[in-house]
Nanobody
Framework: QVQLVESGGGLVQAGGSLRLSCAASGRTFSSYAMGWFRQPPGKEREFVAA????????YYADSMKGRFTISRDNAKNTVYLQMNSLKAEDTAVYYC?????????????????WGQGTQVTVSS
């Protein structure tokens, strides 16, 4: 069992930055790949980024490449999402998720555990 708690969301102006954190419980954090998804208002959940167990490989949705960076610190049981050059369309609830299976990083249904989400609002 893994429990995930996101933090770091808030209100930011377009062009600004935020760093989201996701703290995981349990001693097996390093055995899970981690992902970030988001759900804009009135839209479906969409993939943002994922990182493998060791943090050596990361994967991004095309619209986030170059602006967002995912990273993890297994010693702190935490995964991060650094978001730069934020746009109004980045407004969403952001969720972190954990999975043990390899691959299919952008398929939210294949993740085993989810956090409660944190709101990010970008004002234009």
């Amino acid at each position: 069992q893994v429990q995930l708690v996101e933090s770091g969301g808030g209100l930011v102006q377009a062009g600004g930055s935020l760093r989201l954190s996701c703290a995981a419980s349990g001693r097996t954090f390093s055995s899970y790949a981690m992902g970030w998804f988001r759900q804009p208002p009135g839209k479906e959940r969409e993939f943002v980024a994922a990182v493998n167990w060791r943090g050596s490989n990361s994967y991004y949705a095309d619209s986030m490449k170059g602006r967002f960076t995912i990273s993890r610190d297994n010693a702190k049981n935490t995964v991060y999402l650094q978001m730069n050059s934020l746009k109004a369309e980045d407004t969403a609830v952001y969720y972190c998720a954990a999975k043990q299976a390899y691959g299919n990083w952008n398929v939210w249904a294949l993740y085993d555990y989810w956090g409660q989400g944190t709101q990010v609002t970008v004002s234009s």
